[in-house]
């Protein structure tokens, strides 16, 4: 009879490459603030808390690129979709916010006063993210994306 121990060990399961959120919101003041609220949640539950670098740079520009699709890509009866991914890999948060308005894309004020009221959430998000940039919506809309560096 063989009496040979056999020991095992138990290995942790990888990290997982991406790890993705999407949810589709109201068009509304209240759906944009909705989205930041989830996007700071989900960070907390992939290890970065609230307060971390990483989930305030990810909660300005989901917040930023909420508000503009319900500001400015906002059509009756249509929702806007986030999109939140964050890739262990490349160490890289991707933010994809999508709205109906393929017409109006977004672009960075070549002036502002002191005074103005609005324009400066995309130089925030020019600043805060690594690279942005937009893309068409199959089958409608665009899409406005940022990256930012994860922890």
Do not use: Y
Request: charged fraction near 30%; hydrophobic fraction near 35%.
């Amino acid at each position: 009879m063989d009496n040979t121990v056999l020991k095992t060990t138990t290995v942790p399961d990888p990290e997982p490459e991406l790890r993705e959120l999407t949810e589709q919101f109201p068009a509304t003041p209240r759906g944009a603030r909705l989205a930041r609220r989830l996007a700071v949640r989900r960070m907390e539950e992939w290890g970065c808390p609230p307060a971390s670098d990483a989930s305030c740079t990810a909660a300005l520009l989901v917040g930023e690129l909420a508000s503009n699709a319900v500001r400015h890509g906002r059509l009756p009866g249509r929702d806007f979709r986030l999109r939140l991914a964050c890739e262990t890999s490349r160490r890289t948060i991707r933010i994809e916010v999508s709205d109906a308005r393929e017409d109006r894309l977004p672009a960075i004020p070549s002036t502002l006063t002191a005074d103005d009221e609005s324009g400066r959430g995309l130089l925030l998000v020019d600043v805060l993210a690594t690279r942005w940039g937009t893309m068409p919506r199959i089958p409608v809309g665009k899409t406005v994306w940022a990256e930012c560096g994860a922890p």
